[in-house]
């Protein structure tokens, strides 16, 4: 018997859909897009010419004062929020958390004439990501744009030093927030009634963080507290 022979099958020999190379899109960076909120024109100029000699930044409104600031917000949902906390309507550390509950895609780098490490503590608990010092702003406010509309934090290194120090105040001694303010200004020489005046409290409240700060740390003089604070880096 002939063996029978297995003919492989002829291949198709017709064309198929033509098989397009995957295309490569070229993704061109965005800038930055900033709105500026300070009262002061010369100021908002000043940083206008800052951030425009960048190229991957791009201001796009400014606002001299809330309601402005609100308006450009919404309008142009920019990525980030210069925001100077001592504007003329009363700006601050609620202005700060109110605008982070509103516009939540806008990171804020918050710009003060306050070296204050309390004040920073505050302003980055209320929703900022960054934290600079006026005078410092031809220096560092590029810096803290980029870092903010990264997502990172930035605190001006004349500010970050004495935050750190506030921070282990607060977890070394278990001081309050509150209690490290007053602390630091016990140390800087001001008297109950000013640090009550300065803090919008009663001297009598003031007296009583004074205790409780003698208490917890178990100093008996404003000497001690003096040198404590000091020590700890937070008074310079």
């Known amino acids: 018997m002939a063996p029978h022979l297995h003919v492989a099958p002829e291949p198709n020999h017709e064309p198929g859909p033509a098989v397009a190379p995957a295309a490569v899109e070229e993704v061109a960076t965005q800038p930055i897009r900033v709105v500026l909120a300070d009262d002061h024109v010369l100021m908002r100029r000043s940083m206008r010419l800052l951030l425009d000699a960048e190229d991957d930044v791009e ?17 142009h949902e920019p990525d980030v929020l210069v925001l100077d906390l001592r504007m003329s309507d009363g700006s601050g550390i609620e202005t700060v958390r109110s605008l982070c509950s509103r516009v939540p895609q806008t990171r804020i780098v918050v710009l003060t004439m306050a070296d204050d490490p309390s004040f920073a503590q505050r302003a ?10 006026k005078e410092l702003a031809d220096t560092e406010l590029v810096e803290a744009v980029r870092a903010a509309a990264a997502g990172e934090e930035y605190v001006s290194p004349s500010v970050s030093s004495r935050l ?11 001081l309050s927030q509150r209690e490290v303010e007053v602390l630091r200004l016990i140390a800087l020489g001001h008297t109950s009634v000013e640090i009550a005046n300065r803090l919008h409290l009663s001297p009598r409240t003031i007296e009583t963080h004074r205790a409780h700060i003698h208490k917890k740390l178990g100093l008996k003089t404003r000497a001690e507290l003096v040198r404590y604070a000091l020590r700890r880096g937070l008074i310079g």
Not at 124 to 133: D, E, N, P, Q
């Open 59 to 75: 201001v796009v409104a400014e606002a001299a004062d809330h309601m402005a600031t609100v308006r450009h917000l919404h309008g």
């Open 124 to 133: 980055l608990a209320a929703g900022a990501c960054a934290f600079v010092v």
């Open 164 to 174: 750190d120090a506030l921070h282990r105040a607060l977890t070394d001694n278990k």
